[in-house]
């Protein structure tokens, strides 16, 4: 079920961000619609189609499979397999999301070692 996000504005100028193609952008966006209040959503190509691109004939599961990789490749996500399904985590969720009221959680956490943690951009480095 979609939820109202906050995005921030840093998100635009981040050098992370940067990197992905506008369309990975986008998915970004509406993944973090799609994220339980724990950061972590089904990973469904297909679904993701219908829920984040539901008018827009063209694009295919394959195209997202491919953002979804590009997004996971800037360690933004975390793609994982648990209890039989396959899920997304966001990293740094708990820094980019402020939850008032947790719902109960659903969907199972990602085993093993925690996502990674990145230091937030400076806004000095680079492309």
């Known amino acids: 079920m979609a ?3 906050s995005i921030k504005p840093d998100f635009f100028a981040s050098y992370t961000t940067a990197k992905l193609s506008i369309e990975a952008r986008y998915l970004f966006i509406g993944l ?10 089904i990973d469904s190509p297909k679904r993701i189609v219908g829920v984040v691109f539901p008018h827009d004939a063209g694009i295919t599961e394959e195209m997202v499979e491919g953002w979804l990789k590009e997004i ?3 360690r933004s996500i975390r793609r ?5 399904g396959r899920y997304i985590s966001f990293n740094n969720w708990e820094s980019h999301q402020k939850i008032s ?4 959680e659903r969907l199972p956490r990602p085993s ?6 990145f230091p937030k951009d400076s806004g000095n480095a680079p492309f």
Do not use: M, Q, V
């Open 112 to 117: 093993g070692n925690p996502p990674e943690t």
């Open 72 to 74: 996971a490749k800037a």
């Open 32 to 41: 973090l619609t799609e994220a339980d209040d724990y950061g972590i959503l």
């Open 3 to 5: 939820r109202i996000r």
């Open 101 to 104: 009221h947790k719902g109960a």
């Open 80 to 84: 994982y397999k648990a209890d039989g």
